[in-house]
């Protein structure tokens, strides 16, 4: 075949491919709205099943397009010469890299199948022992059964002896379904080592790293830097604890308890016309889009019955518009969420112009505009607010971070030694639990008290479970770290970090981490930058210890 046959063969593929993605993307993501605001619209959760079934479909059949693709001998001088294929040449590039690890497509037919009754089935179960489990709680001497999900709320009530009966009672639940729990976790992770090792990666963090279009290195040195800073941070927790009257640390309970009785109250039109007016300090452009996702009533934050809970955002490409779920009740952290959502959201608009296939960012830089745009609200909260407000959003704000950087990297060890443990066989409960304790020691030091941890983490979150996304923890970290970095720089740069901004979001769909950050200049792989970052937060603690 002639290179512009060849040339006009790969663009015909790709540009199926977009409009195939936009189409099915339309489809799937009407429907899981649908089923977000109705938990009981079986119709919809009807289709979003026949969507996974079809999205299966459409990635064995690329496997084809993808091992072509390696037999064209001049495809690196086919893409630099032609204008139509230029755009896609990152995209390309990383297909062609895929190839390496690519099976038969008979054999990656047969994997798909698999896994819809191996891993896909395993979540699944997890989720509906999770979901369904009822606790047994004691109030006024009189029991009661609730949902797992609202006895696990209560770990941010003022009353200290109700955080503490629903963390016994937390825990009494999750013995219930730990043996299932634990069937589920093995089933996951072993099927992920197979997948991985058949796929000839070097382990299932080097496949998951690929999938990040992120270096080992770049890892490595955030989970240094993050290391580092640990024992900053377990300064918090003991004051924290000291504030609560504890002696030996912080109890797990009180992880998130509040410090004082001051509160911050908003309607909706105040929380709108705080969001906008701040935005506004940092770009017209941003603050124009936030109004107008407000105005055009793209936020559902009414709380109702059937209404899943949380907030999300979801970028709907095919009509260039987002769509935001959130559970607004007036709280600053409400605002703050709605925030994060718009940032979302925001990303998406950044994208709008991009093609489809150019548009897919990978999970390290998917929290970057909504944690940037939430760091403006915290700082503009921060200004508004009274001493003990002060106290409020920063310990609020601190909490949060805690949980992406501590937790997170407790996570991330658990996860670490179990696929490492689940290479030579399956782990018992006993076991799970030994390395759960073991990695909060680990992440949390002195900062909380080691007789009052949760040996039940790994039932409790359901990122363990997920089939195609592995080590879904220090993305979150990643995250955090970044847009804190990148508010640093903006404090530095002020209006001409804008442009650089938005060229950034708009690139996070077609070039590796690095490069992304490379783009303003910023190496991942300098542990510089990640202590700037861990500085910013380091300077929330000292202002909350000081006040």
């Not at 189409?23 to 429907?31: A, D, K, T, V, Y």
């Not at 997890?126 to 047994?136: A, G």
């Not at 907030?311 to 969420?337: E, H, K, M």
Request: aromatic fraction near 10%; proline fraction near 2%.
């Amino acid at each position: 075949m002639k290179s512009a046959q060849v040339e006009d063969t790969i663009f015909h593929i790709i540009d199926t491919r977009n409009s195939l993605g936009l189409l099915l993307s339309r489809l799937s993501e009407f429907s899981e709205l649908s089923f977000s605001v109705n938990t009981s619209d079986s119709k919809a959760a009807s289709y979003i099943e026949k969507f996974d079934e079809k999205n299966r479909e459409f990635e064995v059949i690329d496997v084809g397009f993808i091992k072509w693709l390696t037999t064209i001998n001049d495809l690196d001088e086919i893409i630099s010469s032609s204008s139509n294929l230029r755009e896609y040449s990152f995209h390309i590039k990383e297909l062609t890299e895929k190839a390496k690890h690519l099976l038969s497509p008979e054999m990656e037919k047969a994997i798909a199948d698999m896994q819809a009754t191996g891993s896909v089935a395993w979540s699944k179960l997890h989720s509906v022992e999770t979901s369904s489990l009822t606790v047994e709680m004691e109030a006024d001497g009189k029991k009661d059964t609730v949902p797992f999900s609202i006895v696990r709320s209560l770990a941010y009530q003022k009353d200290a002896k109700i955080r503490r009966k629903a963390y016994n009672a937390e825990l009494k639940a999750c013995e219930k379904i730990e043996n299932v729990c634990a069937s589920c976790i093995n089933g996951v992770k072993g099927e992920a080592i197979t997948i991985s090792k058949l796929r000839r990666y070097g382990s299932l963090i080097d496949m998951t790293l690929k999938q990040s279009r992120m270096k080992r290195e770049t890892l490595d040195t955030m989970m240094h830097s993050i290391k580092e800073f640990l024992p900053t941070f377990r300064n918090y927790y003991r004051k924290k604890s000291e504030i609560l009257g504890h002696k030996d640390g912080l109890p797990f309970y009180d992880l998130f308890a509040p410090v004082n009785d001051s509160q911050m109250r908003f309607t909706y039109e105040e929380a709108k016309d705080f969001i906008v007016m701040n935005f506004k300090k940092f770009s017209t452009e941003l603050s124009s889009f936030a109004e107008n996702a407000f105005d055009k009533r793209w936020i559902d934050a009414k709380p109702v019955k059937g209404k899943v809970g949380g907030a999300f955002c979801a970028n709907i490409r095919s009509i260039g518009q987002s769509r935001i779920l959130a559970n607004f009740n007036g709280s600053f952290n409400d605002v703050r969420t709605i925030g994060h959502e718009l940032g979302h959201a925001y990303h998406g608009f950044c994208l709008r112009t991009v093609p489809f296939l150019n548009s897919h960012y990978p999970m390290p830089l998917a929290e970057t505009a909504s944690i940037f745009c939430e760091t403006i609200i915290n700082h503009a909260a921060l200004e508004r607010g009274d001493k003990e407000q002060s106290k409020l959003i920063l310990e609020a704000d601190i909490s949060s971070s805690g949980q992406v950087i501590v937790d997170i990297y407790s996570r991330f060890l658990f996860e670490s030694e179990v696929v490492k443990r689940r290479e030579k066989g399956s782990l018992s409960v006993e076991e799970l639990n030994e390395i759960m304790i073991d990695s909060q020691k680990s992440a949390y030091g002195d900062g909380l008290d080691p007789e009052l941890l949760h040996k039940y983490m790994w039932v409790v979150k359901p990122h363990y479970y997920f089939p195609q996304r592995h080590f879904y923890n220090f993305p979150y970290s990643f995250g955090l770290l970044f847009a804190k970095g990148l508010f640093a720089i903006y404090q530095q740069k002020g209006n001409s970090f804008v442009d650089e901004y938005r060229t950034l979001l708009k690139n996070t769909g077609k070039l590796s981490v690095e490069d992304v950050a490379g783009s303003i200049g910023i190496d991942l792989t300098d542990s510089n930058f990640w202590n700037k970052s861990l500085n910013v937060v380091s300077e929330d603690i000292t202002r909350f210890l000081s006040i």
